[in-house]
């Protein structure tokens, strides 16, 4: 069963106030998306202003992405045993604080143990979200839709990152990017304000916490996305890397063998072993994987090749965002409960893995770029993820108990950070190591030559990956599930 629905208030009024929580969570979700990328576009501008060094700049990226997925799990479990309304305040309330702690930096160290903050609210925060909308929109037609909308949500925040970040450092100051964040939390805190008090926890969900657990997953875990970070300057080859993933990887096999036996684990593995479950997790880590090499493409191609400026580049972005939107509410959330979540899931893929396809075919020849290549491709790749988004959401946490909502929730999102930081790094390898063995004769001399070889290289891999999710997914999410959570029988 879903929920404990003993735990829930179910009267008219209550089902009134629980509708604040969808614009609430939203909010929640644009904000930790949002500062994902903003970041990006405003660094050069911040390390001129604080006097970073070039080897040290990464780590305002860094700091962020390590303790958020890192902490992950932890925050998953604290999210159960504190509650779920109750830790998504203080999630708001302290990435607002650690935001408005890094915006007001006056060298290199206040921002990078702000950028960590922040990624230490965010982990709690994120899988406090996705809790709250689980055990409250259990009907197929309202959970459709509040799923759709949190998925648009997080589709379209990177994108707008992108867009908002350019226009506040080029038209204001960096230092809004991370200001921003204070009205956003602001809002959503706001809106919590509406959404019913925790209900009651239950022994379970506020058991002793699995210490050695916490310690394997969090090292784990940062140890991975350290060493895909660290990938990006020094090569998937160097010692550095291959040490720190070897010893991610082990460190990630001792947790699970200390979950299978712990009397009160971090991660239940039943969570992981439910195959439409696993289905969910291996779709969005793929999909992230490719979506966010892809991002970097349409950042490097229309500013190096094509010349675009960077609020140009992040406005090319909003197609992908407006079609994840229209993905996400318009098909998605408006099929959710009507047809099995494959049929969603397995379209949305191939849409994805078609929109990067046509990218490969560019030569430094190629003539009517926007309209031949990147509108379909910004488009096809948009709706494919708004429609993989919500029905992975949904089947992450589908059939939990109640004090294991956060943990399911965790695990969903951590799949997520972990294919964005994986994406990013390998396709920035990749298509570096390509454009450096591209021929340098006459013969195939041409603007951009050797770039658009290393793009589209790339882009094969995000394609090849894509359609790997497909072939993994298809028997994992179409095989018959436990009994939809389409309502209460308490209702």
Not at 60 to 71: K, P, Q
Not at 238 to 250: E, T, Y
Not at 266 to 273: E, K
Request: charged share 10%.
């Amino acid at each position: 069963m879903l929920t404990d629905t003993n735990d829930l208030d179910t009267s008219p009024a209550s089902v009134r106030q629980r509708r604040w929580m969808l614009p609430a969570v939203s909010a929640a979700q644009l904000m930790v998306v949002l500062d994902g990328t903003i970041v990006n576009i405003a660094l050069p501008s911040a390390q001129r202003a604080l006097g970073m060094s070039d080897a040290s700049r990464q780590w305002a990226i860094t700091a962020y992405a390590l303790a958020f997925g890192g902490l992950l799990l932890i925050g998953g479990r604290v999210s159960s045993a504190l509650g779920h309304r109750r830790t998504f305040l203080i999630g708001l309330i302290g990435f607002a604080a650690s935001s408005a702690l890094g915006g007001a930096a006056v060298g290199p160290d206040m921002l990078f143990v702000a950028r960590a903050l922040q990624g230490v609210f965010a982990a709690v925060l994120v899988p406090a979200g996705l809790s709250l909308l689980t055990i409250t929109f259990t009907e197929p037609e309202e959970r459709g839709r509040a799923f759709g909308v949190f998925a648009a949500v997080g589709a379209a925040g990177a994108a707008v990152g992108l867009v908002a970040g350019g226009l506040l450092t080029e038209y204001v100051t960096w230092r809004w990017c991370l200001y921003i964040n204070a009205p956003i939390a602001l809002l959503a805190v706001l809106g919590t304000a509406f959404v019913p008090r925790d209900a009651r926890r239950s022994a379970r969900g506020g058991g002793r916490l699995d210490i050695t657990g916490a310690v394997l997953s969090t090292a784990g875990f940062s140890a991975v996305v350290y060493a895909v970070n660290e990938a990006e300057p020094l090569g998937w080859s160097a010692p550095k890397v291959l040490v720190l993933l070897a010893a991610g990887v082990l460190l990630l096999a001792a947790f699970t063998a200390v979950e299978i036996r712990a009397r009160d684990p971090l991660l239940p593995i039943r969570v992981l072993a439910h195959r439409a479950r696993a289905g969910a997790f291996a779709s969005i880590t793929l999909m992230f994987v490719a979506m966010f090499g892809f991002y970097l493409f349409m950042s490097y191609y229309t500013q190096t090749v094509l010349g675009c400026s960077p609020v140009q580049a992040g406005l090319t972005l909003l197609v992908n965002a407006l079609a994840a939107l229209v993905g996400a509410t318009l098909i998605a959330g408006r099929l959710h409960g009507r047809v099995p979540p494959a049929l969603l899931i397995l379209p949305g893929l191939l849409s994805a893995a078609v929109g990067i396809f046509i990218l490969t075919r560019l030569t430094p020849h190629s003539t009517g770029i926007f309209p031949c290549y990147l509108v379909p491709a910004l488009l096809l790749t948009g709706l494919g993820l708004g429609c993989v988004m919500p029905p992975t959401a949904s089947l992450a946490t589908a059939d939990v108990p109640q004090h294991a909502v956060g943990a399911a929730s965790a695990a969903y999102n951590a799949s997520q950070q972990l294919g964005a930081a994986i994406g990013t790094a390998l396709f920035n390898t990749l298509a570096a190591g390509a454009a450096a063995s591209y021929p340098t004769s006459a013969e195939y001399a041409a603007p951009a030559a050797a770039s658009v070889h290393g793009y589209t290289t790339a882009l094969t891999v995000a394609f090849a990956l894509l359609m790997a999710a497909m072939c993994i997914a298809a028997p994992l999410t179409t095989a018959r599930t436990t009994r939809s959570p389409a309502r209460s029988p308490h209702r």
